[in-house]
Structure formats: structure tokens, C-alpha cells
């Protein structure tokens, strides 16, 4: 008798679908991954489950209608909003968010600051949900660079693999003043 073994896929629930949410989710589309879309407007996140699906013969992909059920069924969990959203969505998703990696996508296309980053990601995160393993990624125009900060291996090693899936090139920054891109110039993931 032939045993079949099944493997699970990993679970990304997207949290945010202006451009650094849809850019991931659309490159992420054909990965092993299945993707939970969830937007503020349903029909957002809808619109875009069908468009990726449209362009997919093997894309797993479904938009959701919470953000708290995305999040506690997933594995990884995206925050693709913007900074002065992140609080309030960590107190809604903390408590099923617990030992869950966490991706924060920096959604700013002209205050982020190199001091700021580095207060921010290593000071801020953890009080907000402190049972996740919390990665901040950015990147940067014309560039495929994916710059992680995160203090946990497995989490920082889970991301690379995400990024790579999605097509960037991930690079684990412990101190974010070697990144010395003009402020200006950081976007979304697109």
C-alpha cells in the first residue's frame, strides 16, 4: 500500500490592500502560499481575489471579511497599512496573533527616517504584540531588495522565504543606519 502524505501550505492573511498589499499579494499569487485577502472595503479585496485568480491556473487565494478571523487562521500575518493604522489592528488581532510572525510592510512614501526605523522596529513592536515574532520589511524603488529587521531567526529565515517567493532579494539589516537610501525615495512593495 502506497502512503500519501499531505502537505500543508503555509497561510499568509494580507492585512491592507492599498499598494504595498496588492503589490505582495500579486506577486506572491503563484508561491506555495495561500493568500487571505483583507481590506476595509470588502470589495476591494474581492475585486482583487478574482483578478488574481483570473491570471492563475494554481493560485490559492481568498478575500476575507474580517480581519481577525484572517488573522487567527493564518500562519503569517501581513500589516500592509498605514503606520498610524498599526496600532489599532495590533490590539484588534494580539490576542490571535499569539507565536505568529508578524510582517509589517512600510506603507510611507516620504517620512520614513533612519532613526525612526530603528526606535521603531525594535522598541515599539513588541508591547503592541508581545507573544509574535515581528519582521519589519521595506524596500526600495527600482530596487528588489527586501530589507528585514526582526530580532527572531526562524521568523527572519520564514520571511526571507516569503520575500523570495514574491521575488525580492531578502536582506537581514540588524543595524537599519547602514541603509542609507534617501527618505524620500523608500516605497511600498510593488
Not at 76 to 81: E, Q
Not at 95 to 123: F, G, M, P, R, W
Not at 137 to 153: P, R
Request: aromatic share 6%; with cysteine.
Amino acid at each position: 500500500m502506497i502512503q500519501q502524505t499531505t502537505v500543508m501550505k503555509l497561510i499568509i492573511a494580507i492585512i491592507g490592500l492599498g499598494n504595498s498589499g496588492t503589490g505582495l499579494a500579486t506577486r506572491l499569487v503563484n508561491s506555495p502560499y495561500r493568500l487571505l485577502l483583507f481590506d476595509q472595503d470588502f470589495s476591494k479585496a474581492q475585486a482583487l481575489t478574482d483578478q488574481l485568480l483570473s491570471t492563475t491556473l494554481s493560485g490559492d487565494v481568498e478575500a476575507v471579511d474580517c480581519q481577525v478571523n484572517a488573522s487567527w487562521e493564518a500562519d503569517i500575518i501581513v500589516l500592509a497599512v498605514s503606520e498610524s493604522s498599526k496600532k489599532q489592528l495590533c490590539d484588534r488581532i494580539r490576542e490571535v496573533a499569539t507565536c505568529k510572525i508578524i510582517i509589517s510592510l512600510s506603507t510611507s512614501t516620504n517620512d520614513v527616517h533612519t532613526d525612526y526605523l530603528n526606535t521603531y522596529t525594535n522598541q515599539e513592536w513588541q508591547p503592541w504584540l508581545p507573544t509574535s515574532k515581528v519582521v519589519n520589511v521595506l524596500n526600495t524603488i527600482g530596487l528588489s531588495n527586501a530589507f528585514l529587521i526582526g530580532t527572531n531567526l526562524e521568523a527572519l529565515t520564514t520571511v526571507s522565504e516569503v520575500m523570495q517567493a514574491a521575488g525580492l532579494h531578502p536582506i537581514v539589516v540588524e543595524d537599519w543606519s547602514v541603509y542609507t537610501t534617501p527618505r524620500d525615495s523608500v516605497q511600498p512593495i510593488r
